[in-house]
């Protein structure tokens, strides 16, 4: 079934694949984070709701302890005092007056006040904070009265009360019992919309409900309806209520926390509607799957675009093998007709047998096993027994019994491979071995040629039967370049050999005319060189770099001397003609990098590897003096734009960070800091000198005490380590700088500075 239904086409079959994994993950990864974020919202709401209750809890004792004391200050004052406890004997008038001044003062000072009753039972008056006197008979709040006549609740115990419709929290002072014969009292009826905003910190509009339950299962306080609070009340609360519970209520889930207030007894509930943060977490968790989904697709369209970039052209080739193979190949009758990979696998296979058959023709032919023990014979010294009877046999170069080497080679070698690809090299080299091979012909000379791969070819030239004069041969050499440039526009160095035997080591002779196609670089001369230029310009001679030469050209760049730049660039460049090509070539990438390398320039080059391939550009060490010296130029023109004191301050700057990244290293000196910023000892001591105020040597000891310090009042490292740390390189000159410096020793240092920080 799969089989019928599985796509035909490589690309495609695999972005399927792809599609279907990056689907799985993408929904198991949004699934898995989606109930997470659910998880953890929830969590948080909770801890939230908590949090909240807990507040309200402290708030409500607070606020209730700070009323009762409030009541306790009214009941005690001496005017409320007084006429409260009157009687008939002692009445006063002017007594209520005090009394009455006393209640309006304690009502202005706290707004949770609504009204406060001054009860005299021995007078058989009231006072109400309204400047209202009434008796027993005509009190409009009979309840309060009869409240007061049979209260048996604690001490100082908040009640409910309501008055002409309005609901207050009542509270009583002093607790008249069965057993007590107090005729004076003080009642204070305190705004429950007061105390829900303030104590309770809610309103009516708000979504979260917040109510306290009284000890008989009464509304207390708190901004549910009544319905809700009724319905909740009536419900038994969960063993496990301390975390929270859910409670239904009609079309509504409720998240409850609830909480006791000891001193009364009563107990808060606090009401969330799931409902409200549901549908945020919800709304969220949509936007985490949308989000999820727009990155699948643009995953999934990334996918197909690489699939279909770099696995269609796979698909493609499939399909051609097996158009050119055909149905008939063996491949299209096994089980795996339909796989693109066994098709390009069969076809490769296929060529490759193909190639091996071709090469073994090509190689049949006796051109090429000709070139091939050419190639043996010159890179072996001696020619074996049967590739000299090949030589004799089929070539015409030892029919007079003596023959000549020539080794040409292409001039900026580096920038003849940018600017062809390996088959147009190679076909151009091939070009040049034909007409070196017809110019030599038309010189009356039998020549036969052979590539190398490389920068260079070989030519084996016959030479006439005398064999001494080179001129013929030097002449027919010289139109060899010029046909090559003419037609190719190519540049040859060439060198020719002196008359040479079968005998010969040819190897030896071959690596000596390759060296002298190298003097050209060297010394800029154009021209074919023969075997007496070897001793001319003594190649191979050892030679040192002149290091003193190469400070020299820094320090001029420094000091804007460009004739004296000149000069020591061009002495360098003298020096090394006495060497051989590669040693030519290391010098100037040691000079190269050690210039890059002062004047902090490593854009051009990474590293010495890339200087010895970049010098292959240069077709004379001339060119290479002429780029350098024009690069120098214009670092110095550079130098110029600055003025002489920012070049001090940062040559400062520079001396000083260096210090500072190599205090460890007792070895470090002034000699080592001058020569990183490429000038002088005496000038980097002079600039400091001037910038600083102190010396350099003076400057490496002090942070290097700095440093110390540091490490004694921050480590519990030895002296010994932090002496070795600060490139100190002995203890006891550590012993005399430190104390020298701090008036104590190092030990003495720490204890003191250890003591002054506990």
């Not at 008989?216 to 319905?231: H, M, Q, S, V």
């Amino acid at each position: 079934m799969w089989s019928r239904i599985k796509p035909k086409k490589t690309y495609f079959s695999i972005f399927l694949y792809s599609c279907l994994a990056v689907s799985l993950l993408t929904l198991v990864f949004t699934m898995f984070l989606s109930r997470q974020f659910a998880q953890s919202a929830m969590d948080e709401i909770n801890k939230s709701n908590q949090e909240k209750m807990h507040q309200v809890v402290k708030t409500s004792e607070f606020t209730l302890q700070k009323l009762r004391q409030f009541t306790l200050r009214i009941y005690s004052d001496e005017n409320i005092a007084m006429w409260v406890n009157m009687d008939e004997n002692d009445y006063s008038p002017l007594a209520l007056n005090k009394a009455a001044e006393s209640v309006r003062e304690f009502r202005s000072s706290e707004p949770f006040i609504d009204d406060i009753y001054l009860v005299n039972l021995n007078l058989g008056e009231i006072y109400t904070s309204d400047s209202s006197i009434y008796t027993i008979q005509d009190f409009y709040d009979q309840a309060m009265l009869n409240y007061i006549k049979s209260q048996k609740t604690p001490y100082l115990q908040f009640v409910n009360h309501e008055v002409e419709g309005e609901s207050h929290l009542a509270l009583v002072v002093p607790a008249a019992g069965p057993n007590q014969n107090y005729y004076g009292f003080v009642a204070i009826l305190f705004s429950k919309p007061l105390l829900n905003e303030h104590m309770l910190q809610i309103s009516e509009e708000d979504q979260n409900k917040v109510f306290i339950e009284g000890k008989n299962k009464e509304f207390i306080l708190g901004n549910t309806n009544a319905a809700l609070t009724e319905d909740l009340m009536g419900t038994d609360t969960p063993e496990a209520a301390e975390q929270g519970w859910k409670w239904e209520s009609g079309n509504e889930t409720w998240s409850i926390q609830t909480a006791q207030l000891p001193i009364e007894g009563w107990k808060v509930y606090h009401l969330s509607p799931i409902s409200l943060w549901q549908a945020k977490i919800t709304k969220i968790r949509m936007e985490i799957i949308g989000s999820s989904i727009i990155l699948l697709i643009a995953l999934l369209l990334f996918l197909f675009w690489q699939s279909y970039r770099s696995l269609k052209p796979i698909s493609d080739l499939a399909f051609q093998l097996q158009s050119k193979l055909g149905k008939k190949h063996p491949m299209a009758q096994t089980a795996n007709a339909n796989n693109e990979i066994e098709w390009i696998h069969s076809g490769f296979h296929l060529l490759v047998e193909q190639i091996e058959q071709l090469d073994l023709s090509i190689k049949s032919s006796k051109a090429l096993v000709k070139e091939d023990f050419l190639r043996q014979w010159i890179l072996n010294s001696k020619a074996s027994g049967p590739v000299e009877a090949f030589i004799r046999s089929e070539t015409k170069i030892l029919q007079t019994g003596s023959f000549r080497m020539a080794v040409v080679r292409l001039e900026s070698y580096g920038r003849f491979k940018e600017c062809y690809d390996f088959a147009s090299r190679k076909l151009l080299r091939y070009a040049l071995g034909n007409i070196m091979v017809e110019v030599l012909a038309n010189h009356g000379f039998a020549a036969e040629t052979v590539d190398f791969s490389s920068d260079h070819l070989v030519a084996l030239i016959s030479s006439p039967s005398s064999g001494e004069d080179t001129a013929p041969v030097i002449a027919a050499m010289e139109e060899v370049r010029a046909q090559i440039r003419r037609w190719l526009k190519l540049e040859l160095h060439a060198a020719v050999s002196s008359a040479l035997h079968m005998e010969d080591n040819v190897h030896t002779v071959y690596t000596r005319m390759y060296e002298l196609t190298l003097i050209g670089f060297i010394y800029n001369e154009d021209r074919v060189f023969t075997s007496e230029d070897l001793e001319r310009y003594q190649l191979g001679k050892d030679s040192k770099l002149d290091e003193d030469l190469l400070k020299q050209v820094i320090y001029s760049v420094h000091l804007k001397n460009d004739k004296a730049l000149k000069s020591c660039l061009d002495e360098l460049t003298l020096q090394m003609q006495a060497l051989s090509y590669e040693e030519c070539k290391m010098q100037l990438t040691h000079i190269i990098y050690s210039i890059m390398k002062s004047f902090k320039n490593y854009k051009t080059f990474q590293g010495m590897k890339s200087i010895h391939t970049f010098l292959e550009q240069f077709a004379t060490i001339g060119e290479v003096n002429s780029w350098l010296y024009g690069e120098l130029q214009q670092i110095m023109d550079q130098h110029r734009k600055k003025n002489p004191s920012s070049r001090k301050d940062e040559v400062a700057a520079e001396m000083i960070e260096y210090v500072r990244s190599h205090l460890h290293n007792p070895m470090l000196s002034v000699d080592d800091i001058a020569t990183h910023v490429s000038i002088s000892v005496n000038y980097a001591r002079q600039i400091f000198k001037e910038r600083l105020e102190c010396s350099l040597s003076d400057y490496i000891t002090n942070e290097r005490i700095e440093y110390a310090i540091k490490l004694l009042t921050t480590t519990d490292w030895t002296v010994a380590d932090i002496t070795e740390q600060s490139g100190f390189q002995t203890k006891s000159t550590f012993y005399s700088l430190f104390k020298r410096a701090t008036g104590m020793t190092p030990n003495q240092y720490r204890t003191e500075n250890t003591q002054g920080k506990a």
